[in-house]
């Protein structure tokens, strides 16, 4: 399938428009996470839909001394990559089609979620975002646009702003995907030298030590929601031998979990890879509610995400995978 490049609003605008439109934006420098999304894209508009790829390195979400210059462009090799995976069109605009009278006076301000965490590391950044993305949803007009999970918290606002100001457009998040060794998919993973990539591993390796640490929580708390609290019921365990199973369950339950014990699983492997040649440096570890992407307490239940973000040589790199808190039910 071979995508046909747009490169203004009236082009794109001028297609003829049976079906549902799906909308893929990116910054460019595709990979396979980006085929991914408009393979989900392709399957979500249907064989009567159409598949529009946006390729627009924004600006207003690059802060002072970021990679805007030396940010990727491949256009061509995109172009192909998007038309290979299910895209109709590729909406390629330059920066005067996009903010025709220069940087815009007005945008959409990302409020206080906007300032945790990436917002914090980089000010700016998600408002810069959520004006790109206001503007490329009108001038795209979809009806379903779909956004990948490795940029949970970016996801999050995109839903935030859409509900909030009405947008009337369904957002799909897309699961991340992750090379054979676990690290996930990143246009920025071309600066790694071999070494850099090898301390970058780091970041998803120490994820799934939380995520495996979450697991064996969850697993101890159903154990001990199975343990009686009366005697005679703790007599009867014991009988068959289960006393143990049931004492180690109600420790970790009570004692050894929760939120600070998966940060702490992820947080001993960015100790070690701070040590590493080249180290790296960490920016944050996070345990958050992705509605707010504040903390969450030991109380908690439902989704979460366990996030990181740090710096690989001159390299910055972020990571998360969801986690659910209450996976086994409540106690009887």
Same mark, same amino acid.
């Given at each position: 399938?071979?995508?046909?490049?747009?490169?203004?609003?009236?082009?794109?605008h001028?297609?003829?428009?049976?079906?549902?439109?799906?909308?893929?934006m990116?910054?460019?420098?595709?990979h396979?996470?980006?085929?991914?999304?408009?393979?989900?894209?392709?399957?979500?508009?249907?064989p009567?839909?159409?598949?529009?790829?946006?390729?627009?390195?924004?600006?207003?979400?690059?802060?002072?001394?970021e990679?805007?210059?030396?940010?990727?462009?491949?256009?061509?090799?995109?172009?192909?990559l998007a038309?290979?995976?299910?895209a109709?069109?590729?909406?390629?605009?330059?920066?005067?089609?996009?903010?025709?009278?220069?940087?815009?006076?007005?945008?959409?301000?990302?409020?206080?979620?906007?300032e945790?965490?990436?917002?914090?590391?980089?000010?700016g950044?998600?408002d810069?975002?959520?004006?790109?993305?206001?503007?490329?949803?009108?001038?795209?007009?979809?009806?379903?646009?779909?956004?990948?999970?490795?940029?949970?918290?970016?996801?999050?606002?995109?839903?935030r702003?859409v509900?909030?100001?009405?947008?009337?457009?369904?957002?799909?998040?897309?699961?991340?995907?992750?090379?054979?060794?676990?690290?996930?998919?990143?246009?920025?993973?071309?600066?790694?030298?071999?070494? *850099?990539r090898?301390?970058?591993? &780091?970041l998803?390796? $120490? @994820?799934? +030590?939380?995520?495996d640490?979450? =697991? /064996?929580?969850? !697993?101890?708390?159903?154990?001990?929601? *199975?343990?009686?609290?009366?005697? &005679?019921?703790?007599e $009867? @365990?014991? +009988?068959?031998?289960?006393?143990? =199973? /049931?004492?180690? !369950?109600?420790?970790?339950?009570?004692?050894?979990?929760?939120?600070?014990?998966?940060?702490a699983? $992820?947080?001993?492997?960015?100790?070690?890879?701070a040590?590493?040649d080249?180290?790296?440096?960490?920016?944050?570890?996070?345990?958050?509610d992705?509605?707010?992407?504040?903390?969450?307490?030991?109380?908690?239940?439902?989704?979460a995400?366990?996030?990181?973000?740090?710096?690989?040589?001159?390299?910055?790199?972020?990571?998360?995978?969801?986690?659910?808190?209450?996976t086994?039910?409540?106690?009887?």
């Amino acid at each position: 399938m071979t995508a046909t490049l747009l490169r203004t609003a009236a082009d794109l605008h001028a297609r003829a428009r049976t079906g549902r439109r799906a909308v893929v934006m990116t910054m460019g420098a595709l990979h396979e996470g980006h085929a991914t999304l408009i393979r989900t894209a392709r399957k979500t508009a249907g064989p009567d839909g159409e598949v529009v790829v946006t390729v627009f390195v924004n600006p207003l979400q690059f802060g002072a001394g970021e990679d805007l210059d030396r940010y990727p462009r491949t256009l061509d090799a995109d172009v192909e990559l998007a038309g290979r995976s299910g895209a109709d069109a590729v909406f390629a605009p330059s920066v005067d089609e996009v903010y025709p009278g220069g940087e815009p006076q007005v945008r959409v301000s990302a409020g206080p979620m906007g300032e945790r965490l990436e917002g914090a590391a980089r000010p700016g950044h998600f408002d810069g975002m959520l004006t790109v993305v206001a503007k490329l949803l009108h001038l795209t007009r979809p009806d379903v646009a779909l956004y990948g999970q490795k940029d949970a918290q970016q996801l999050a606002l995109i839903r935030r702003m859409v509900r909030d100001l009405n947008f009337g457009i369904e957002i799909v998040g897309v699961p991340t995907v992750r090379e054979e060794d676990g690290l996930a998919l990143s246009s920025r993973n071309r600066y790694l030298s071999p070494a *850099e990539r090898r301390t970058a591993l &780091a970041l998803s390796q $120490a @994820l799934f +030590a939380g995520r495996d640490r979450h =697991a /064996a929580q969850e !697993a101890l708390r159903a154990r001990a929601r *199975e343990v009686p609290a009366s005697r &005679a019921r703790a007599e $009867a @365990l014991s +009988a068959i031998g289960e006393s143990r =199973a /049931a004492a180690d !369950a109600h420790a970790v339950a009570t004692t050894a979990g929760g939120p600070a014990a998966i940060r702490a699983a $992820a947080r001993l492997v960015l100790d070690e890879a701070a040590r590493l040649d080249p180290p790296l440096r960490l920016d944050y570890l996070a345990l958050v509610d992705p509605s707010d992407f504040t903390d969450i307490g030991d109380d908690f239940t439902g989704e979460a995400v366990l996030a990181v973000a740090a710096r690989v040589g001159a390299t910055r790199l972020i990571d998360n995978t969801p986690l659910t808190f209450g996976t086994f039910g409540d106690a009887s």
